[in-house]
């Protein structure tokens, strides 16, 4: 009976932080929302209001008549969209290759690929700049997708997926008279969806998130995604905080509505390959 209730004290004590911790994480969110639907004339106000009196959608009016601000989101859609796609299709294959496949120094391509992980993005920003420069990319979709689509993680979870997939039900496709690439299509790809839906929902968010890159790669303002341009509205407005906290709202709508839906997946991301 003691251990019992030692066990239901831990669990409210472990409750208890978990719920400060997410309090904690959801005010910036919250107060980023409520900033955005507060009169320009009482951002500054001190003490604040936690909650907006009088709330207003005129920022949100203000910011929709810069007609540049769907054109960026059309980018970020088309950027994000494609490099989804393309990730989970290239990544999906080298996994499969990597995890089912064996041919010499497979195991040390694999270590490889993995190391560059811990390389910083910020190393690689110039002399990816100057490939993309030298290949006429700059300021084009090429430039911000192309570099995005061989990502170490997402081959790092397709193939600590495919490890854990029977090899039996491989060579039975092969007995049958399966092709390599009928056996891929129909077997390896319908079972690995669970892993395919996490790599797609992690590489939809961190592109639609990215900011240094298109920054970087982009020269003109109808090539800017959604987070690079918004940039250029902190430079032309920037004392004006619920004219930018609405921007940031607007933006973080489609993170919303994916973390909404498929949050069930997250918990996959965390678990998935790690049972053999």
């Known amino acids: 009976m003691k251990a019992k209730t030692k066990t239901n004290i831990k669990k409210a ?18 107060w980023m929302v409520a900033t955005a639907f507060t009169q320009p004339s009482l951002t500054m106000k001190f003490p604040p209001d936690i909650i907006p ?12 008549e810069r007609k540049i ?9 088309i950027v994000a969209g494609t490099v989804t796609l393309a990730q989970i299709f290239v ?6 290759a990597l995890a089912k496949k ?12 993995i190391a560059s ?7 690689t920003l110039v002399p990816l700049y100057i490939l993309i420069s030298k290949m006429g990319m700059v300021d084009t979709y090429q430039a911000l997708i192309l570099p995005a689509i061989a990502a170490p993680f997402g081959v790092f979870l397709m193939r600590q997926f495919m490890v854990s997939v029977p090899t039996e039900i491989i060579e039975a496709a092969r007995i049958d008279g399966a092709s390599e690439f009928r056996t891929f299509a129909k077997i390896i790809v319908p079972i690995s969806k669970p892993a395919m839906a996490v790599l797609g929902i992690f590489t939809f968010m961190g592109q639609w998130n990215s900011f240094l890159w298109p920054l970087i790669v982009t020269n003109t303002s109808e090539m800017r995604t959604l987070q690079a341009g918004l940039s250029l509205l902190q430079e032309q407005v920037p004392m004006q905080y619920s004219y930018l906290m609405a921007s940031a709202t607007y933006s973080a709508i489609p993170m919303i509505i994916v973390f909404l839906a498929f949050q069930k997946y997250f918990l996959k991301g965390i678990t998935v390959g790690a049972i053999k």
Request: charged share 10%; glycine share 4%; hydrophobic share 55%.
């Open 13 to 30: 004590i472990s409750l208890l932080i978990l719920g400060i911790l997410a309090s904690l994480a959801f005010i910036p969110l919250y």
């Open 53 to 64: 009196k009088n709330p207003t959608l005129q920022n949100f009016k203000d910011l929709f």
């Open 69 to 77: 601000i769907f054109r960026w989101t059309l980018n970020s859609f």
């Open 91 to 96: 990544c999906a294959m080298a996994g499969y």
């Open 102 to 113: 064996k041919f010499p120094g497979s195991k040390v391509i694999f270590s490889m690929y």
């Open 117 to 123: 992980m811990m390389i910083p993005t910020q190393v």
